[in-house]
C-alpha cells in the first residue's frame, strides 16, 4: 500500500490539541488538530503566523520570531501560558505546559518540572519555513548552532548529556576567567572541556556527513549540475588541537573574560559550487533550498526511527511557488508528518492526497474550526 494510501489507519503522532492563553494576539483559544493536515486561513496580521509561533514555542521553548519574551506576551497582560497534549507512542499523550512572564519562564512535561530545556528534545520535533526563517543562512553562527544540536538532540542518543557536560565545564572555566583567577585555576578545566568537545565534534561531523548526502539528493533537481558542499568549522583553528588552541589564547581569554575557542564557536555553512548560498542563489531558490535542509533533516531523524514531527509552513501560498508547493505538502504527506500550513485563502493550497485535514480560520486573534 501506498506511503499515503492508509494514512486514516496510522495511529496519531504529533501535536493532538492546544490551550492558548495571552500569547501575541491571541487572548484564548482550545484547539483539537489532525495529525494529518491542518490549514489555517485569515488575512495578514489576523493571527496566523502567532498559532504557528505559539506551536513552536511549545516545542523548541523560544520564538522563531523574536528573542524577546515581552514581545510574546498579549499586550496589557504579565504573562502568557500554553498547554499542548502530544501523542508520541499508541495510546499514549504526553501533556506539556509553558508559562511565561517578563522574566520568568515555567516548563512542565507530564505534570513534572522541567529543569533542562534540552530535556523536551524528541517529543515532539518541530521544523518552520516562514520569512522569518532565511537565518539559517545569514542569521549567524550561533542560530545555525541550534540548529544542529537540535538535530542532534533528536538523532543521537548520548548527544544530550555530552552537551551539557560540556556548556557545564565552559561555564566554569569562563568564571575563573572573568574572576581573573591565575592560570592554573583557569586550565584545570581544559582537559574535560577537551573531552567533551572532541566527542560533539566527531558526533558533529558524522551527523552533517550523512546529512549531505540526503540534502544532495533533495536538492539534484534544483540544482542540477551543481556541486553542494557543507562546510563545518569546528571552533578553534584548523592544524592544531583544542588543548593547544587553549594554552596559546590563554592571555588573550584572560584579557576578554571568555573562551574564545571550542565547539561554542563552531559553525557550518552551505556552499553551491563554492560559493555561499546567500551570494549563489537567488530569495526563491533560497527559500527552496531551505525546504531540501528541512526534508532532509526529517529523512535523517526516520532513519534512526525517530517521528517525523511537526511541519510549520507559514504563508504556503507566498513562500513558495506552485511545483515547490508541491513538491514539499507531497514529500511531507509520505513522511507521515504532521503539517500546520498557513494562507490567506486557505483554498489555494492543493491537499491531493491527504485524507485527514482539518481547516481553521483567524480573525483578530480569534480562531475557529471550519466545519
Not at 571552533?235 to 593547544?244: A, E, F, K, Q, Y
Amino acid at each position: 500500500m501506498s506511503a499515503h494510501g492508509d494514512q486514516s489507519s496510522k495511529l496519531y503522532r504529533g501535536l493532538q490539541s492546544l490551550e492558548v492563553l495571552n500569547f501575541r494576539n491571541i487572548q484564548s483559544t482550545q484547539l483539537e488538530f489532525s495529525h494529518g493536515l491542518n490549514l489555517v486561513s485569515g488575512q495578514n496580521a489576523s493571527g496566523k503566523t502567532s498559532l504557528l509561533e505559539a506551536i513552536y514555542t511549545l516545542g523548541r521553548i523560544r520564538s522563531f520570531r523574536t528573542r524577546s519574551a515581552q514581545q510574546t506576551i498579549r499586550y496589557g497582560q504579565a504573562a502568557f501560558r500554553l498547554v499542548g497534549r502530544i501523542a508520541n507512542a499508541p495510546g499514549r499523550t504526553i501533556p506539556v505546559g509553558i508559562e511565561r512572564d517578563a522574566t520568568t519562564l515555567n516548563v512542565h512535561l507530564a505534570g513534572e518540572p522541567v529543569r533542562r530545556l534540552s530535556d523536551l528534545a524528541g517529543y515532539f520535533p518541530v521544523q518552520i519555513l516562514s520569512s522569518d526563517t532565511s537565518t539559517l543562512f545569514n542569521g549567524g553562527p550561533r542560530y545555525r548552532r541550534q540548529v544542529l544540536d537540535w538535530a542532534l538532540f533528536h538523532v543521537e542518543q548520548g548527544y544530550r548529556d555530552i552537551w551539557q557536560r560540556y556548556a557545564r565545564i565552559l561555564k566554569q572555566r569562563n568564571a575563573a576567567l572573568r574572576s581573573h583567577a591565575r592560570s592554573t585555576l583557569v586550565t584545570v578545566w581544559d582537559a574535560d572541556l577537551v573531552d567533551a568537545a572532541v566527542a560533539i565534534d566527531r558526533l558533529r561531523r558524522e551527523y552533517l556527513a550523512r546529512f549531505s548526502v540526503l540534502l544532495s539528493e533533495e536538492l539534484r533537481d534544483l540544482l542540477p549540475d551543481s556541486e553542494l558542499e557543507l562546510r563545518y568549522a569546528a571552533g578553534w583553528p584548523s592544524g592544531i588541537t583544542l588543548t593547544d588552541a587553549l594554552l596559546n589564547a590563554l592571555d588573550k581569554d584572560r584579557g576578554h573574560g571568555y573562551t574564545r575557542y571550542g565547539t561554542h564557536r563552531s559553525d557550518f555553512n552551505l556552499m553551491i559550487d563554492g560559493r555561499d548560498i546567500t551570494a549563489y542563489c537567488s530569495r526563491g531558490q533560497q527559500k527552496a533550498v531551505l525546504v531540501g535542509f528541512m526534508l532532509a533533516q526529517v529523512r535523517l531523524q526516520q532513519e534512526h526511527a525517530c517521528p517525523a514531527g511537526a511541519f510549520l509552513l507559514d504563508d504556503l501560498t507566498s513562500e513558495l511557488d506552485q511545483p515547490n508547493q508541491q513538491r514539499v505538502l507531497q514529500a511531507l504527506l509520505d513522511m507521515d508528518a504532521q503539517v500546520f500550513a498557513t494562507a490567506i485563502e486557505g483554498g489555494r493550497i492543493d491537499t491531493t492526497g491527504w485524507q485527514n485535514i482539518k481547516r481553521f480560520h483567524v480573525e483578530h486573534g480569534v480562531i475557529q474550526e471550519v466545519l
